[in-house]
């Protein structure tokens, strides 16, 4: 075993070193409890989101996939708040029980439970407590866990949503996709956006149909993880607004990258792309904002205020800043210039071009090659071509 230090947490974890990849990374599946050093930065946000929507209000919580209880444990100490923390696995519960014991935490302030997550959820349904916020860090997608997920929450609450199941939801496997998200995949040069934009809309729907309206918060991805935090109202009329304005579809030139958004796939018929040719249409997905770019600000401050967070988690939660205010799909800066035969500019030139012809651009964390702009791409490719 190792003591290791995350945030204000201790954790002690199986030695890391005996789970190595060739590549030297950790493989954190083949560990007997799951702790991946790369999940950091989803921790760390979810403090900062906490700590910013809640300030020192006391929290319920429940983290019904715990794992080491890491999540839990920096929650009751970078927050503040009562929580519920939950595996299933009895190697994840010794862990468990160990860590909050090293870190001081009662079992007043965190109760350990060992169920299956889906009963866990349902049963605390029929507590009458209504939580504030719920955590699922699954293996893979959340879509075993989402129904379940909604139940316990109070009238306005916060959920937490992480996938790991990043190939299906880039487009990889299309039928897997299809299946498991009902999304009819199209590849496009902005498939990690896609990939967020097709989770959202899955979750949306599935809260909708249990009558709440979810809305998202905060979107990123890192490495190989999916990580969205959405605000949750019980309330069928917002349900309905939200699916009636957020979801629909996205048309697409694959060789001219020209795409946009449009509500109703009647709306299709007119389109046609630069040379001609017809759009695809995708969908349906999320075509409204991943995220509140007021509360980002907000999320953004307090992260800087916090010493201990991972420099990664400050550097998203920067770009996201500007880049949420953007709403249109990033394009891929080295694609287009190979299809219109130009150089690639760097990107603090076209930036600036951009801005001298009145259009407002970002970098995105999504994609070190990807640019988001408030105008479309027949204007970014004349721009494009001026320099
Ligand atoms: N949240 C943890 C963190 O931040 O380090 C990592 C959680 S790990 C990805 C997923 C955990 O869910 C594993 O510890 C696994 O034992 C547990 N688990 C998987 N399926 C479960 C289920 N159906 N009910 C309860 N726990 C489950």
């Not at 199941?165 to 040069?189: E, G, I, Q």
């Not at 309905?240 to 009647?266: P, Q, V």
């Not at 792309?273 to 600000?297: H, M, Q, R, Y």
């Amino acid at each position: 075993e190792q003591l290791i230090q995350e945030g204000l947490a201790k954790l002690v974890i199986p030695r890391m070193d005996e789970y190595r990849r060739p590549d030297g990374s950790i493989e954190p599946a083949w560990m007997p409890v799951f702790y991946n050093p790369q999940a950091i930065v989803s921790r760390d946000v979810t403090v900062s989101v906490l700590r910013t929507l809640y300030g020192s209000r006391n929290i319920f919580f429940v983290d019904p996939l715990a794992g080491t209880g890491i999540r839990s444990i920096r929650i009751a100490l970078e927050k503040g708040g009562e929580g519920i923390v939950n595996d299933i696995d009895p190697h994840a519960l010794y862990y468990i029980r160990k860590n909050l014991q090293l870190n001081n935490l009662h079992p007043g302030k965190l109760h350990v439970y060992s169920q299956e997550a889906n009963i866990l959820l349902n049963n605390l349904t029929f507590t009458g407590i209504s939580f504030d916020y719920i955590d699922l860090d699954p293996y893979g997608s959340p879509v075993p866990f989402v129904d379940s997920v909604f139940k316990p929450l109070g009238k306005r609450a916060l959920i937490g949503v992480t996938a790991t199941d990043t190939a299906p939801l880039t487009c990889s496997h299309y039928r897997k996709t299809l299946r498991r998200y009902w999304f009819t995949c199209v590849h496009t040069d902005f498939e990690k956006e896609m990939g967020a934009r097709l989770l959202i809309a899955y979750i949306v729907k599935r809260a909708s149909a249990l009558d709440i309206a979810a809305r998202p918060l905060l979107t990123f991805i890192y490495k190989h993880y999916y990580r969205v935090f959405f605000e949750t109202l019980r309330s069928t009329g917002e349900a309905y607004r939200l699916i009636n304005e957020c979801l629909g579809y996205i048309w697409y030139c694959s060789s001219t990258l020209e795409r946009g958004y449009i509500k109703s796939l009647d709306e299709a018929r007119d389109l046609t792309c630069i040379n001609n040719e017809k759009p695809v249409l995708t969908g349906e997905t999320w075509i409204c904002s991943l995220g509140e770019a007021e509360f980002i600000d907000k999320v953004f401050n307090e992260a800087d205020k916090i010493s201990w967070l991972h420099k990664d988690s400050k550097r998203i939660l920067g770009l996201l800043r500007y880049e949420t205010r953007l709403n249109n799909p990033y394009v891929r800066i080295d694609k287009l210039c190979s299809i219109i035969g130009r150089n690639m500019p760097k990107y603090e030139i076209l930036i600036e071009a951009l801005k001298q012809h009145g259009i407002i651009a970002s970098r995105t964390h999504f994609d070190p090659r990807g640019l988001k702009i408030d105008s479309d791409v027949k204007a970014l490719t004349e721009v494009l071509k001026s320099i």
